[in-house]
């Protein structure tokens, strides 16, 4: 069977909190999102609950998993992020060794665009079968012509139709993932997570930590925004 990353993902816009700067300062009619400076997204933490390998004596019940990150925004007509990492003897009960960035812009030009939409695709498989070449399959995959098709499909679903990104982000990373041949059909968890301007996602400004979780997996992003323009202190930079 082919591997399936649209069953059971996890595909959410956020509802951030509003901050008590941005909220004063926009009834004073000063725009949010379009004076932003600053736009970051990490991976703070993926926890592996449950590996899904039974622990029978004498054999430990590790596994072996990959994290697929992919991320796109509204500005360019290619992933700014596309990785394929593996880790090798992982436990229940256990956090990969991530915190890292997954997404960065800072504003380059004052009358520079803004991004208005950042889409992140995070998914943990787990190996049947030892640790492949990540870097030997993740450039197997951009020279597919499923992979580039599937790329030009994202970029105008979020350019014409956001709302279908997340489903042609799925797309595409399976076909990333199905070049790993020998990971199980089901993800330990898969996830799908927009953030737009139009939601307000980039109101609020400072450290924003979105949580998503299923029996399996736990995995934290962090959104950081910053803009002089609504922050107390506007010497400060990025």
């Given at each position: 069977?082919?591997?399936?990353?649209?069953?059971?993902?996890?595909?959410?816009?956020?509802?951030?909190?509003?901050?008590?700067?941005?909220?004063?300062?926009?009834?004073?009619?000063?725009?949010?999102?379009?004076?932003?400076?600053?736009?970051?997204?990490?991976?703070?933490?993926?926890?592996?609950?449950?590996?899904?390998?039974?622990?029978?004596?004498?054999?430990?019940?590790?596994?072996?998993?990959?994290?697929?990150?992919?991320?796109?925004?509204?500005?360019?007509?290619e992933p700014q992020t596309l990785t394929l990492s593996g880790f090798a003897r992982i436990d229940d009960e256990e956090d990969l060794p991530?915190?890292?960035?997954?997404?960065?812009?800072?504003?380059?030009?004052?009358?520079?665009?803004?991004?208005?939409?950042?889409?992140?695709?995070?998914?943990?498989?787990?190996?049947?079968?030892?640790?492949?070449?990540?870097?030997?399959?993740?450039?197997?995959?951009?020279?597919?012509?499923?992979?580039?098709s599937l790329v030009s499909e994202v970029v105008g679903a979020i350019t014409n139709g956001p709302a279908r990104a997340a489903e042609v982000l799925l797309q595409l990373g399976s076909v990333v993932g199905n070049l790993l041949k020998d990971v199980e059909d089901k993800p330990l968890?898969?996830?799908?997570?927009?953030?737009?301007?139009?939601?307000?996602?980039?109101?609020?400004?400072?450290?924003?930590?979105?949580?998503?979780?299923?029996?399996?997996?736990?995995?934290?992003?962090?959104?950081?925004?910053?803009?002089?323009?609504?922050?107390?202190?506007?010497?400060?930079?990025?």
């Amino acid at each position: 069977m082919a591997l399936d990353l649209t069953t059971d993902a996890v595909i959410a816009t956020v509802s951030l909190p509003e901050t008590r700067v941005a909220t004063l300062l926009q009834a004073a009619g000063i725009p949010s999102s379009r004076t932003v400076t600053g736009l970051e997204v990490r991976l703070s933490r993926v926890f592996i609950n449950n590996n899904r390998t039974p622990k029978v004596f004498p054999f430990p019940g590790f596994a072996d998993v990959y994290l697929l990150l992919v991320v796109f925004d509204n500005l360019n007509p290619e992933p700014q992020t596309l990785t394929l990492s593996g880790f090798a003897r992982i436990d229940d009960e256990e956090d990969l060794p991530v915190d890292k960035t997954a997404y960065y812009w800072k504003q380059g030009e004052p009358a520079g665009p803004v991004p208005s939409q950042v889409h992140v695709l995070l998914s943990v498989l787990k190996s049947k079968k030892g640790m492949r070449d990540t870097g030997a399959i993740m450039a197997q995959a951009r020279d597919s012509d499923d992979y580039r098709s599937l790329v030009s499909e994202v970029v105008g679903a979020i350019t014409n139709g956001p709302a279908r990104a997340a489903e042609v982000l799925l797309q595409l990373g399976s076909v990333v993932g199905n070049l790993l041949k020998d990971v199980e059909d089901k993800p330990l968890f898969t996830q799908v997570i927009s953030f737009t301007d139009i939601n307000g996602d980039f109101d609020t400004l400072g450290k924003t930590q979105i949580t998503k979780n299923n029996d399996y997996v736990q995995t934290t992003l962090t959104l950081i925004v910053r803009d002089p323009a609504r922050e107390p202190s506007a010497d400060k930079t990025l």
